[in-house]
């Protein structure tokens, strides 16, 4: 880069340094200071603080927050500049507006040419998350500007232009990233533009965003295109779509271009969007992506990468007394998560000993800070939420998936067919209870990808452990070496029937391959059916085959940490939960995978007991309970 074209950058950007701010709503009043947003928010940034390389290394390294656990520095780090302003301009204290600087000094590292940043400095050349970069610099600019030099100001200015257009120039529904890229480019140019005072960015903002309300689904207001095409439909009608990006980041992003542009047409479907997606909270705060396109990002709190569902429910929290709560709900999930500073992975990282990725903490951190910059505090009035007041079964034909709830039980079951990846890894299918829930004792079931993978080690982390299984619920036969599963039909039915003391699910199918074929020694179809009543599970399998039945197993994940004390004696498997008895009761003796007490899932965050019955008696009755 030329020296006259930089001083030419720099003399167009001159008048930015005095651009007028935005008014902040909150001070540090003794109700701030003591609002769990403002509390977790803080917690983060001294966190990520401790994780700063301060001491003068050389460029590349002094600035960067170092990951504790991938022992290296995450290209997106500097997305943090905005929480560290929020708290800079709220406390006062100098140490929040100091590492902002550093940390938006060591972006340089990150910086390409053409003025977009990379994900990461060394691994790949993947520069469109450039578009929430533009979102955190934009907003910490928008909101906090007025607490920096002029100089700095003038230098952010710069960066932030830059990468908005780039993002102008190739973010657009026919690129290459999927959905949620150029969804939330919609918010990254607003963001841009209302900042810059540049009318351009607002122009195309305004374009994106009615694009992208024609991906709603009809029925249900669900994003889809998580993804490709984004208009992709299978042969049974589902779409790629994704609760985990939707809601952390799609739809957020979505309505901060909406508020910005004051557009009522767009911020109508983000928040019938909103109150839709709502009916995949787990009564505990937790999103249900069981079932999603990328669940392999899933973890129980959200989605792994993005910045969390507060940007559109906290922030909306005064439009809507349930947005609040789910928005709060989460937050206290989150807060159970956070140790010592970073947020966790998942519910057993710490009891696993795993370390935790800066990255989940750099994220989400960005969303407190927006509610906290709308003005918005936690609810004092608590209500209650879609899935609590739940009864019956809610079907969705776009994911081919069912949400049941019955007394203190809620279940979700799918037999979504769009597949994401290799047929082995894929998400579940086939009539799969990827999701069993239990009002005393949370989470029994929590299904995610079928085989064990990585598809994205610089933003996921790696489990080394070396015995690893699914912790999907399934049937598995191996013949001549090839494994057939339950969890892979497509072609899967599933019927139910409520009634007032019970409500029962059937599901039917055949047992495949990863590539759909059915074994060559002749068909073997099962039948499922679950039987929910006020304290119990009836799990019922019969298989129709037509050849002896052999080397044929179920298994049945049982979420359990390694603190729980836990009993298995023939049919009987018992595990003490914090607050009740968990128990299942089975028609023929079980046993434990490999000898295996415990196997841990990274995705969603989960150790699981292993629990494997033999099926070559061609049937299997299982009673599930709580006491």
Not at 580 to 601: I, M
């Amino acid at each position: 880069m030329s020296f006259m074209f930089v001083l030419l950058m720099m003399i167009s950007f001159s008048s930015f340094a005095n651009q007028p701010k935005k008014t902040k709503k909150l001070t540090l009043t003794e109700d701030v200071a003591n609002d769990p947003y403002f509390k977790l928010l803080k917690e983060w940034c001294d966190g990520m603080l401790k994780y700063q390389i301060t001491q003068p290394m050389g460029e590349g390294l002094e600035g960067g927050l170092m990951c504790p656990d991938c022992s290296r520095i995450h290209g997106r780090c500097f997305d943090a500049v905005y929480p560290l302003m929020c708290m800079a301009d709220l406390t006062g204290d100098a140490k929040y507006l100091e590492g902002a600087k550093k940390l938006q000094d060591w972006a340089k590292h990150v910086l390409r040419e053409d003025g977009s940043w990379g994900n990461d400095p060394i691994i790949t050349t993947w520069n469109y998350t450039t578009t929430f970069s533009v979102i955190a610099l934009g907003e910490a600019i928008y909101y906090h500007g007025h607490v920096l030099d002029e100089a700095t100001l003038k230098d952010w200015n710069m960066q932030l232009d830059r990468a908005a257009q780039w993002v102008y120039d190739h973010l657009h529904f026919q690129g290459k990233p999927v959905i949620n890229y150029p969804v939330s480019a919609a918010g990254a140019l607003a963001v841009a533009g209302r900042t810059l005072d540049n009318d351009k960015y607002l122009a195309r903002a305004k374009e994106l965003a009615h694009e992208a309300i024609t991906y709603f689904t009809e029925e249900n207001y669900l994003l889809y295109g998580e993804g490709k095409p984004y208009r992709g439909i299978t042969a049974h009608g589902c779409r790629p779509i994704d609760v985990g990006y939707n809601i952390e980041e799609s739809i957020p992003n979505l309505l901060i271009y909406a508020e910005i542009a004051h557009d009522e047409k767009v911020k109508d479907i983000a928040v019938k969007a909103l109150k839709s997606h709502l009916e995949f909270m787990v009564p505990d705060g937790a999103w249900d992506n069981s079932w999603g396109s990328r669940n392999y990002k899933w973890t129980y709190w959200g989605s792994r990468t993005s910045d969390g569902c507060q940007v559109g429910y906290g922030v909306l929290g005064d439009e809507d007394p349930m947005f609040a709560e789910a928005s709060l709900r989460n937050l206290e999930l989150l807060q159970q998560c956070t140790h010592d500073g970073l947020l966790y992975g998942g519910p057993h990282y710490v009891a696993h000993d795993m370390l935790p990725c800066i990255h989940h903490t750099f994220c989400h951190a960005k969303a407190c800070a927006a509610v906290l910059d709308a003005g918005q505090l936690a609810p004092k009035k608590r209500v209650k939420l879609p899935r609590e007041l739940a009864s019956g079964v809610k079907e969705y034909n776009e994911i081919g998936t069912y949400l049941a709830a019955k007394g203190p039980w809620r279940s979700t079951f799918t037999r979504n067919d769009w597949v994401t990846g290799e047929y082995y890894v894929a998400n579940a299918s086939g009539g799969a209870l990827t999701l069993l829930w239990h009002e005393k004792v949370g989470p029994v079931l929590a299904s995610c990808l079928i085989g064990v993978t990585n598809r994205e080690p610089t933003n996921i982390q790696m489990n080394f452990d070396e015995y690893q299984t699914s912790p999907t619920p399934r049937i598995e036969m191996v013949i001549d070496g090839e494994t057939y599963y339950s969890v892979k039909d497509f072609d899967a039915k599933v019927t139910y029937n409520d009634e007032q003391e019970s409500l029962a699910v059937t599901v039917k199918g055949q047992l495949v391959d990863k590539e759909q074929n059915k074994p060559a020694t002749g068909d073997v179809g099962y039948t499922f059916t679950y039987l929910f009543k006020d304290n119990t599970v009836n799990v019922n399998c019969k298989l129709d085959a037509k050849s002896q039945l052999k080397d044929i197993r179920y298994f049945l994940p049982v979420v359990s940490v390694n603190t729980e004390k836990i009993k298995l004696n023939g049919k009987v498997f018992e595990v003490n939960k914090e607050k009740g008895k968990l128990k299942v009761v089975s028609s023929v003796n079980g046993g434990l995978y490999k000898d295996q007490e415990r196997v841990f899932n990274t995705e969603p965050g989960f150790e699981i007991v292993p629990l494997v019955y033999n099926l070559e008696s061609g049937e299997l009755n299982l009673d599930i309970s709580v006491e």
